[in-house]
Nanobody
Framework: QVTLVESGGGFVQAGGSLRLSCAAA?????????MAWFRHAPGKEREFVAG????????YYGYSVKGRFTVSGDRVKKTVSLQMNMLKPEDTGVYYC???????????????????WGQGTQVTVST
């Protein structure tokens, strides 16, 4: 059983910043899995936000957040973080971290490839 717990969501004005964290519970395997953040806004499909590969630490971003968000991981602490700057109202949604057990060919962008998800944390950006 793998438990992922997100934290750091909240309410912020446009242009502000938030930092989300995702922690894997003790005993959960973490180091050999890709990790990513997705978000889900009402009326929309779950959207890839940012991801990081376990092999090499390469990072990937959704088009709408590139240049504003930064994903990072700490294998020792079993955490993956998402620093969100210059937030916009369209960034509003529930943010989920997920674990991708796929190999080196995984794109990290397909929700169906993930085997575990956190419970989500709400981010609301006002105008």
């Amino acid at each position: 059983q793998v438990t992922l717990v997100e934290s750091g969501g909240g309410f912020v004005q446009a242009g502000g910043s938030l930092r989300l964290s995702c922690a894997a519970a003790s005993g959960s395997s973490f180091s050999r899995y890709h990790m990513a953040w997705f978000r889900h806004a009402p009326g929309k499909e779950r959207e890839f936000v940012a991801g990081i590969r376990w092999n090499g630490g390469y990072t990937y971003y959704g088009y709408s957040v590139k240049g504003r968000f930064t994903v990072s991981g700490d294998r020792v602490k079993k955490t993956v973080s998402l620093q969100m700057n210059m937030l916009k109202p369209e960034d509003t949604g529930v943010y989920y971290c997920g674990r991708d057990p796929g190999g080196v060919l995984s794109s990290l962008r397909v929700p169906g490839d993930y085997d575990y998800w956190g419970q989500g944390t709400q981010v609301t950006v006002s105008t």
